[in-house]
């Protein structure tokens, strides 16, 4: 089973910088799989966020972040990351990073395509 594990979360103020990581197991092995994270607010749908392939070439990020997030990964060290700028209010969810194996080349928004997911990392954005 492939495991995922995300940390960096907590308070944040408004205008601030969300750093959030998650590592994959080393079984799993994480070149061979294309990671996403989403995040769930209180009360509302699982959101997407951003995606990378497995060679970390091809990246795909929400509307609602682009410009202000940046996904990235690091196959040696089996980790990948999200970062996120100017935060908002409307930013405070749980943060989930989730592993696609069917894809190669290609990443995807839809939550159905995910295979794995992690646990979730808290993000509260202050006002």
């Known amino acids: 089973q492939v495991q995922l594990v995300e940390s960096g979360g907590g308070l944040v103020q408004a205008g601030g910088t969300l750093n959030v990581s998650c590592v994959v197991s080393?079984?799993?092995?994480?070149?061979?799989?294309?990671v996403g994270w989403f995040r769930q607010a209180p009360g509302k749908e699982y959101e997407f966020v951003a995606a990378i392939s497995r060679n970390g070439r091809n990246k795909l990020y929400a509307e609602s972040v682009k410009g202000r997030a940046t996904i990235s990964r690091d196959n040696s060290k089996s980790t990948v990351y999200l970062q996120m700028s100017s935060l908002k209010p409307e930013d405070t969810a749980i943060y989930y990073c989730?592993?696609?194996?069917?894809?190669?080349?290609?990443?995807?928004?839809?939550?159905?395509?995910?295979?794995?997911w992690g646990q979730g990392t808290q993000v509260t954005v202050s006002s």
């Open positions: 080393l079984r799993a092995r994480a070149s061979s799989y294309a």
């Open positions: 989730a592993a696609d194996e069917r894809n190669i080349l290609v990443v995807v928004s839809s939550r159905e395509a995910y295979d794995y």
